[in-house]
C-alpha cells in the first residue's frame, strides 16, 4: 500500500512563514492535495493538483511538489490557521491520507 | 453548493452492522463524474478513506476495508449509504461523507459535517 508521511506538529509565530511537508514514495509524480480541519469541523480542501487554491481560500496558502515530498506553505501565518493540516494523493484509484499535522501558531 | 449530510446511529454492539446514510442537496447522486466517498477519523487520530461510488454503481474500496464494506446509491432518494458488517470497537470513529466533484480536479471539496458512531455494548 502507498503510504504519505507527515510531522506529528509544526510550531509557528504569528507572522511567519509556516511549512508542512508530505513525503512519499514518487509523490511528486502524483498530485497532492491539502485540507484544513478545525476541531468540531469538516475537512476544508485548500491546496489542489500541488499548487493551486480552491475560490475562498487565501493567497496565503501555497504549495509544491518535487521528488518525494509536497509542501503546504502558509505565509504570514494568523491565529486563524491554528488546525490540523491532512495531505491527500490518489494511488490508481485508492484514496491515500497524510496522519496529519496539527499547526500551533504561537 | 451541494450539501452533505450524515445520519444514522450513533450507537452500534460489536459484532453488528453499521448503516449510515448521507444525503445529498442542491446537487444530482446521478451525476456523472462525481465520486461520492466515506472517510472516517479514529479519536485523535489521522483521516481514513473507507470508499467510493461513483457513476451510479462503480464502486472501490479501501484494501484493508472491503472485505467488510459496500456503498450503494439511492437514486430516488439523492442518498448514499455506507454498510460495514462485523464492526469492532476499532470501528468507533466520526464518519464522514464527501464529494469529488472534479471542480478542483481530484480534490474532495464538499464534506458532510460528520457523525460519530460509537461500537459499544
Known sequence: ?106 | QVQLQESGPGLVKPSQTLSLTCTVSGGSISTGGYYWSWMRQHPGKGLEWIGYIYDSGSTYYSPSLESRVSISVDTSKNQFSLNMNSVTAADTAVYYCALRSGTYYDGFDYWGQGTLVTVSS
Open chain 1, 1 to 106: 500500500s502507498y503510504d504519505l508521511t507527515q510531522p506529528p506538529s509544526v510550531s509557528v509565530s504569528p507572522g511567519q512563514t509556516a511549512n508542512i511537508t508530505c513525503s512519499g514514495d514518487k509523490l511528486g509524480d502524483k498530485y497532492s492535495c491539502w485540507y484544513q480541519r478545525k476541531p468540531g469541523q469538516s475537512p476544508v480542501l485548500v491546496i489542489y493538483v500541488d499548487t493551486k487554491r480552491p475560490s475562498g481560500i487565501p493567497e496565503r496558502f501555497s504549495g509544491s511538489n518535487s521528488g518525494n515530498t509536497a509542501t503546504l506553505t502558509i505565509s504570514g501565518t494568523q491565529a486563524i490557521d491554528e488546525a490540523d493540516y491532512y495531505c491527500q494523493a490518489w494511488d490508481s484509484s485508492t484514496v491515500v491520507f497524510g496522519g496529519g499535522t496539527r499547526l500551533t501558531v504561537l
